[in-house]
């Protein structure tokens, strides 16, 4: 019964998830007439510095999001219950917009002669360089991803016990305390997944780094593109960037997890 | 006797537009058992979670040992609490749990392990310091509570129905238990219960509530013996509660006789409540009796037996070491101090 009613998920699972990983792989350990090869995988080699450009990119995002998106979901959560619904929605209409538009929009704000440039101009400063930077990358992942960090968080400090906290603030625990020995130790399993759904997206993200970073701020995600859609055409050396990628996302979740692991293992044994 | 250390005036709490607390006046004194005793609903958590800091009174003050304290936080009393659904940290340990006020309050490590080894041993949990909170019966968790309260030796200790989860045996022992603390360690105890027993084994005073309401508070022999109205007679114990007629002072007339007894004060030819508890009603022959009635049943309960006894269409209940044969008619009395007579209620105030 059970097989029975599973398998129309694995039918699937085996269609998009499973089938996609092999031709990807076989992709990536073959040539152009299809004989096995290393070679895409050691031509990778070559763009370590832009790995290690993306990885760093997305490290900071994913920090900036978490340090912005926790006080932000705490507060929400210890809001009237009648109110975090609104709220919660109002955090999220953003993420109705289509994701090109809010990148171009901010592509408008940033420019030489966008608003903000305007804006300081009147008051007699600027114009500065905002669009094109490294700065503008970071902006607009964290502007793009943040919501995947509220929500994690918010649902799992909205489940923590009212009656928790306030049994803490009896034995001793100021407001400050309170969070610091109550509402994080208990909310890390919100952290681990709001990072999770940030990390992943950011670290493979193009187009955002294309339009505010400028054409010469590549990322791993438009090297990707690049060999699947640009001039450089190589489906193959596409297929490599993508595995070794996966690769490095593999065994950053698997440290995140460890971390975790270990998190819990303390409390059984201590 | 000793000088209060907990007074509220005048608390009332709303939410929405039901109130909860109506007008709450109340004083306790220091190293004081006070019970509070009602039904469901009827504001016995929120008149502890004003007392511990977690509610702030719509009108009224709090006062603890002459000061204000309508908002001071419950990390600045003095106050510990047992909840009524525990809230432990689902985090950490057994052990942990029980020395969190104490590492907050920065113990010495030793003094924490002596601390909280005792707290295990009296609470029965030794050998369960590892133990998640998730791996604990109901009433462990609750016993855990208690110690994790307990251990602080607070000034006052607020429990909100801690033994509610025990079986009868450990319940009973835990009452023991609790009541020797209190007195060795000279805290305050504001306890919570639905128990009636409970409460008038326990406690130095009883608050009855009902509806948002402070009945009556005494001692559990008053509240027993001198209930002052219906409702607290009803409900501490088992009673038989009629309407009446007070004569003069000293007399009161139920049931179309009259009847001498002690109250004096509630006017001539009032309507009154009058409770007769069925321990203090003697069987005796018709003949003699003012009041018969035919016995409908009759139940064996141990140390007495529970009779049930109709006469002017008022069904008696009676308790007596000797049983009556059902059907038959039978005579019964008592004496003018056994009578108690209270005024009517008014109608939900
Ligand atoms: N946060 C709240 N919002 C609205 N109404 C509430 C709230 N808390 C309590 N009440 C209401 O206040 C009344 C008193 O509640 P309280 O918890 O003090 O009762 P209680 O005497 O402790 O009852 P129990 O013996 O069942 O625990 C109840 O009618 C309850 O519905
Ligand atoms: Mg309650």
Redesign the pocket.
């Given at each position: 019964m059970k097989k029975l009613t599973s398998a129309p998920y694995l039918l699937w699972m085996a269609i998009f998830v499973v089938v996609p990983l092999f031709m990807v792989a076989y992709f990536a350990f073959t040539d152009q007439s299809g004989a096995f090869t290393l070679e895409n995988i050691i031509k990778t080699g070559q763009y370590t510095p832009i790995f290690v450009k993306s990885i760093a990119f997305a490290a900071i995002s994913t920090a900036i999001c978490l340090l912005l998106a926790y006080p932000l979901s705490y507060i929400l959560s210890t809001m009237k219950v009648s109110y975090q619904g609104t709220m919660l929605l109002i955090i999220m209409l953003p993420m109705w917009m289509n994701f090109l538009l809010r990148t171009y929009a901010w592509q408008t704000l940033l420019g030489n002669n966008g608003i903000i440039n305007n804006l300081l101009g009147v008051i007699g400063i600027g114009p500065f360089k905002l669009l094109n930077t490294n700065g503008a990358v970071i902006l607009g992942m964290v502007y793009d991803y943040i919501p995947f960090m509220i929500l994690p968080l918010y649902t799992v400090m909205a489940k923590i016990d009212k009656s928790i906290i306030e049994a803490a603030e009896d034995l001793g625990c100021s407001r400050i305390q309170s969070i610091i020995k109550i509402t994080v130790p208990l909310s890390i399993p919100g952290i681990i997944s709001g990072i999770t759904m940030v990390f992943v997206p950011a670290i493979s993200t193009f187009i955002i780094s294309k339009m505010l970073g400028g054409s010469s701020n590549l990322l791993i995600g438009d090297l990707i593109e690049m060999q699947f859609l640009g001039n450089s055409y190589n489906p193959n050396l596409g297929a490599g960037i993508a595995f070794v990628l996966m690769i490095i996302i593999l065994i950053v979740m698997a440290v995140i997890n460890l971390i975790d692991k270990s998190d819990s293992d303390d409390k059984v044994l201590m | 006797m000793e000088k209060n250390i907990i007074s509220l005036r005048n608390v009332s709490?709303t939410?929405?537009d039901?109130t909860?607390l109506k007008n709450i006046n109340l004083d306790i004194r220091d190293k004081e058992f006070v019970t509070?005793l009602?039904?469901?609903?009827?504001?016995?958590?929120?008149?502890?979670?004003i007392i511990g800091g977690f509610l702030t009174p719509d009108t009224g003050t709090v006062t603890f040992e002459d000061t204000q304290i309508n908002n001071v936080p419950p990390y600045k009393r003095n106050i510990n609490t047992v909840f009524?659904k525990y809230a432990l940290f689902p985090h950490l340990n057994v052990y942990e749990n029980i020395a969190f006020g104490l590492k907050l309050k920065k113990f010495k490590k030793d003094e924490i392990h002596k601390r909280v080894s005792d707290m295990l041993r009296l609470v029965n949990l030794t050998g369960y310091e590892k133990r998640n909170i998730a791996q604990l019966s109901g009433g462990q968790q609750q016993r855990v509570a208690i110690a994790r309260a307990l251990v602080n030796h607070p000034k006052v200790l607020l429990l909100?129905?801690p033994l509610g989860a025990l079986d009868l045996k450990l319940r009973k022992e835990m009452q023991r238990e609790l009541k020797k603390i209190q007195q060795q360690l000279e805290i305050t105890f504001i306890y919570?219960t639905?128990d009636q027993e409970e409460a008038l084994t326990m406690s130095d005073t009883v608050i009855v509530?009902n509806n948002?309401n402070i009945q009556q508070i005494g001692t559990p022999v008053d509240i027993y013996n001198e209930p002052v109205n219906a409702f607290v007679a009803d409900f501490i114990g088992e009673s038989n509660i009629m309407n009446g007629i007070m004569v003069r002072d000293r007399l009161v007339n139920i049931f179309g006789h009259d009847f001498e007894c002690v109250d004096t004060g509630f006017g001539e030819n009032n309507p009154v409540d009058v409770v007769i508890r069925p321990e203090d009603i003697r069987l005796i022959s018709p003949d003699d009796a003012k009041l018969c009635g035919k016995v409908t049943s009759v139940i064996f309960k141990g140390v007495h037996y529970e009779m049930t006894i109709v006469s002017d269409d008022f069904t008696w209940l009676v308790h007596s070491t000797k049983a009556a044969e059902v059907n038959s008619v039978v005579g019964m009395e008592f004496d003018p101090y056994d009578i108690q007579i209270m005024n009517k209620m008014e109608e939900d105030k």
């Amino acid at each position: 019964m059970k097989k029975l009613t599973s398998a129309p998920y694995l039918l699937w699972m085996a269609i998009f998830v499973v089938v996609p990983l092999f031709m990807v792989a076989y992709f990536a350990f073959t040539d152009q007439s299809g004989a096995f090869t290393l070679e895409n995988i050691i031509k990778t080699g070559q763009y370590t510095p832009i790995f290690v450009k993306s990885i760093a990119f997305a490290a900071i995002s994913t920090a900036i999001c978490l340090l912005l998106a926790y006080p932000l979901s705490y507060i929400l959560s210890t809001m009237k219950v009648s109110y975090q619904g609104t709220m919660l929605l109002i955090i999220m209409l953003p993420m109705w917009m289509n994701f090109l538009l809010r990148t171009y929009a901010w592509q408008t704000l940033l420019g030489n002669n966008g608003i903000i440039n305007n804006l300081l101009g009147v008051i007699g400063i600027g114009p500065f360089k905002l669009l094109n930077t490294n700065g503008a990358v970071i902006l607009g992942m964290v502007y793009d991803y943040i919501p995947f960090m509220i929500l994690p968080l918010y649902t799992v400090m909205a489940k923590i016990d009212k009656s928790i906290i306030e049994a803490a603030e009896d034995l001793g625990c100021s407001r400050i305390q309170s969070i610091i020995k109550i509402t994080v130790p208990l909310s890390i399993p919100g952290i681990i997944s709001g990072i999770t759904m940030v990390f992943v997206p950011a670290i493979s993200t193009f187009i955002i780094s294309k339009m505010l970073g400028g054409s010469s701020n590549l990322l791993i995600g438009d090297l990707i593109e690049m060999q699947f859609l640009g001039n450089s055409y190589n489906p193959n050396l596409g297929a490599g960037i993508a595995f070794v990628l996966m690769i490095i996302i593999l065994i950053v979740m698997a440290v995140i997890n460890l971390i975790d692991k270990s998190d819990s293992d303390d409390k059984v044994l201590m | 006797m000793e000088k209060n250390i907990i007074s509220l005036r005048n608390v009332s709490v709303t939410y929405g537009d039901e109130t909860v607390l109506k007008n709450i006046n109340l004083d306790i004194r220091d190293k004081e058992f006070v019970t509070f005793l009602g039904p469901s609903g009827c504001g016995k958590t929120t008149t502890l979670r004003i007392i511990g800091g977690f509610l702030t009174p719509d009108t009224g003050t709090v006062t603890f040992e002459d000061t204000q304290i309508n908002n001071v936080p419950p990390y600045k009393r003095n106050i510990n609490t047992v909840f009524q659904k525990y809230a432990l940290f689902p985090h950490l340990n057994v052990y942990e749990n029980i020395a969190f006020g104490l590492k907050l309050k920065k113990f010495k490590k030793d003094e924490i392990h002596k601390r909280v080894s005792d707290m295990l041993r009296l609470v029965n949990l030794t050998g369960y310091e590892k133990r998640n909170i998730a791996q604990l019966s109901g009433g462990q968790q609750q016993r855990v509570a208690i110690a994790r309260a307990l251990v602080n030796h607070p000034k006052v200790l607020l429990l909100d129905e801690p033994l509610g989860a025990l079986d009868l045996k450990l319940r009973k022992e835990m009452q023991r238990e609790l009541k020797k603390i209190q007195q060795q360690l000279e805290i305050t105890f504001i306890y919570v219960t639905h128990d009636q027993e409970e409460a008038l084994t326990m406690s130095d005073t009883v608050i009855v509530m009902n509806n948002g309401n402070i009945q009556q508070i005494g001692t559990p022999v008053d509240i027993y013996n001198e209930p002052v109205n219906a409702f607290v007679a009803d409900f501490i114990g088992e009673s038989n509660i009629m309407n009446g007629i007070m004569v003069r002072d000293r007399l009161v007339n139920i049931f179309g006789h009259d009847f001498e007894c002690v109250d004096t004060g509630f006017g001539e030819n009032n309507p009154v409540d009058v409770v007769i508890r069925p321990e203090d009603i003697r069987l005796i022959s018709p003949d003699d009796a003012k009041l018969c009635g035919k016995v409908t049943s009759v139940i064996f309960k141990g140390v007495h037996y529970e009779m049930t006894i109709v006469s002017d269409d008022f069904t008696w209940l009676v308790h007596s070491t000797k049983a009556a044969e059902v059907n038959s008619v039978v005579g019964m009395e008592f004496d003018p101090y056994d009578i108690q007579i209270m005024n009517k209620m008014e109608e939900d105030k």
